[in-house]
């Protein structure tokens, strides 16, 4: 997850909504106006004719003083000029701008929809999660991702090129150490997807401040609607940006709970087409996603049914349970979401999930998705009221982890990409013997 520090704590203060009194000052460009608090890029004598006319405000300069104007569109906003103003789903109040240029002065921007996008929502069909018949070890097997998240966050080598490498980091800068970088885990995923039977693509991207990264994709086609695409995301990259960064819950949870759904796809192929990809540069500004969705024209972005990312969820240090799914104001998100939360249930996995719509954070990769309006959602753990004190630091590590709630997570995980992948109920099959023998063997990435 996105690191959120300063933008949490001040978002915090714009999601609580009044009633502004009394009108804006002349001279003002006001875009959308709309009851609740302004966040506001302006001079100071604007600021003071704003507090004279008592209009709620947030004064954007706190931002700007510390983050590059780019970061800031790119945590806040997106891309988009200020002159074709968009709505993002976590009920912040922001301004945009280009991002290539300075945040123009003079302006005030607002969220006036409040997680309604500038494109016509989507409708989202799926099937219940109720129609999976898997139950146990066997849909989501624990041993096979306890695997794969040792291999990730470094505590067991994979072979490369006849060696037995170990991640020492995932982080996107870190380029002290030449065998271990942001391109060692690239490799990792390449050559372990490959040894799932998969032919896996390396894509390049570029977005400003971000500098030039790798995403790693794979195609599991639909055989019944090819043209109806199911994301699946999760960023590898992670932090601290120096020095070890094992990364085992930020974000090996997301990064092995989709290797294992890799590995479930060879025995079962879906109705629609899934895409998986592993995307990099999150915490910088989501840039893979950003990348990865900019890189698309119009017609492929139309065909995307739904993202389901997974972020950071292998905390419950008060043992509750709880699963907070950012969904977001978009009616196809909540059914997403609310799928999840099907799935838990359904399966008898120990989760309280709370769908979060108002409250939804955009501080992660399916923001992206939301910015052109693609239903999508974040799975993740309670990082507010019960947030991994070993975040972003070097002690991310699997013994710092709650395993049976991220197994948990992963498997209900694994049911709603399921359930959103083949609509049609009915066609599942009834047994699953290539899980059988998936249990019986580790996960080994070969060498190219």
């Keep these: 997850m996105i690191m959120l520090s300063t933008i949490a704590q ?4 714009l999601i609580l909504l009044t009633q502004p009194a009394g009108g804006l000052p002349a001279g003002l460009d006001v875009i959308h106006p709309d009851p609740g608090f302004y966040l506001v890029l302006a001079n100071p004598d604007e600021l003071q004719s704003l507090k004279d006319h008592d209009v709620p405000h947030r004064d954007l300069g706190l931002w700007r003083d510390l983050y590059p104007a780019a970061v800031i569109s790119t945590h806040l906003s997106g891309y988009t000029n200020v002159e074709d103003p968009i709505a993002t789903q976590n009920g912040r109040y922001l301004i945009r701008w280009d991002r290539d240029q300075p945040p123009p002065r003079g302006h005030i921007a607002v969220l006036p929809m409040r997680g309604v996008p500038p494109f016509p929502e989507r409708p989202l069909r799926a099937s219940s999660p109720a129609d999976i018949p898997f139950r146990g070890a066997s849909f989501f097997p624990s041993e096979r991702f306890e695997s794969y998240l040792r291999q ?11 060696q037995e490498i170990a991640l020492y980091s995932r982080s996107y800068d870190l380029m002290t150490r030449a065998d271990h970088t942001e391109a060692m885990a ?4 390449y050559i372990t997807l490959q040894s799932q039977g998969y032919a896996p ?5 570029a977005v400003p401040y971000c500098g030039a990264h790798f995403n790693v994709a794979v195609t599991v086609p639909g055989w019944l609607y090819p043209d109806e695409e199911v994301y699946v995301t999760a960023h590898f990259d992670d932090r601290p940006f120096s020095g070890r960064a094992p990364g085992a819950d930020d974000n090996g ?18 109705q629609r087409t899934i895409r998986l990809v592993w995307v990099s540069a999150e915490e910088v500004g989501l840039c893979g996603s950003r990348g990865l969705l900019e890189s698309m024209d119009t017609t492929r972005r139309s065909n995307i049914v739904a993202d389901i990312n997974g972020d950071m969820f292998g905390y419950d240090g008060n043992g509750d349970g709880y699963v907070p799914i950012h969904a977001g104001l978009m009616s196809g ?7 999840f939360a099907d799935a838990a249930v359904n399966l008898g996995l120990p989760l309280d999930v709370e769908v979060l719509t108002h409250n939804a954070i955009a501080a992660s990769d399916h923001s992206s998705f939301w910015i052109y309006g693609i239903p999508a959602i974040e799975i993740g753990e309670d990082f507010f009221y019960d947030s991994n004190p070993a975040y972003h630091r070097s002690g991310d590590k699997i013994s710092a982890m709650h395993l049976d709630y991220a197994t948990a997570i992963g498997t209900a995980m694994a049911a709603t990409v399921l359930s959103v992948a083949n609509p049609d ?5 009834r047994t699953f013997s290539c899980f059988d023998r998936m249990n019986d063997s580790k996960p080994a990435a070969t060498p190219r």
């Design 253 to 270: 949870t997301g990064t092995a709970s989709m290797l294992v759904i890799s590995e479930m796809l060879r025995c079962l192929p879906p």
């Design 425 to 429: 109920p009915g066609f599942y099959p």
């Design 186 to 189: 690239v490799e990792y995923l």
């Design 333 to 339: 998100s909540r059914d997403l979401g609310q799928i």
């Design 10 to 13: 001040l978002s915090l203060h």
């Design 201 to 205: 693509e390396v894509l390049p991207f």
């Design 152 to 162: 990730v966050s470094g505590e067991d080598p994979f072979l490369f090129q006849g």
